[in-house]
């Protein structure tokens, strides 16, 4: 059974840090590009980052409004991706999800959100001013 499951979401304050996980099962992670996405209240869901499948040298792409904040990262062993993200504002307050894209487009994953086939629950991420 395939399964996404976010953690490291909370209450921060604007400047602060949070690293969120996305942990993966019932996959081999290594041949999947994961994306993450953030949904604010009244708002669509963004595509914030995401990483190439590790055949595919695993690499990243970021909205503008996340670059040089956020970092994406995988850990095939650990079955986890994670992103660091840094100097937090208050406009980055959003659920946060993770999602799988599979091979063979898993090289390229800055596509349409519709290609991800599998989805996390969502982590709360609060930034306060």
């Known amino acids: 059974q395939v399964q996404l499951v976010e953690s490291g979401g909370g209450l921060v304050q604007a400047g602060g840090s949070l690293r969120l996980s996305c942990a993966v099962s019932?996959?081999?992670?290594?041949?999947?590009?994961i994306g993450w996405f953030r949904q604010a209240p009244g708002k669509e869901r963004e595509r914030i980052s995401c990483?190439?499948?590790?055949?595919?040298?695993?690499?990243?792409n970021y909205a503008d409004s996340v670059k040089g904040r956020f970092t994406i990262s995988r850990d095939d062993a650990k079955k986890t991706v994670y992103m660091q993200m840094n100097n937090l504002k208050p406009e980055d307050t959003a659920v946060y999800y993770c999602?799988?894209?599979?091979?063979?487009?898993?090289?390229?994953?800055?596509?349409?959100?519709?290609?991800?086939?599998?989805w996390g629950q969502g982590t709360q991420v609060t930034v306060s001013s």
């Open positions: 999602a799988a894209l599979p091979p063979p487009l898993s090289r390229f994953c800055w596509i349409s959100n519709s290609h991800y086939n599998y």
């Open positions: 019932g996959f081999t992670l290594d041949y999947y590009a």
């Open positions: 990483i190439s499948s590790t055949s595919s040298a695993g690499n990243t």
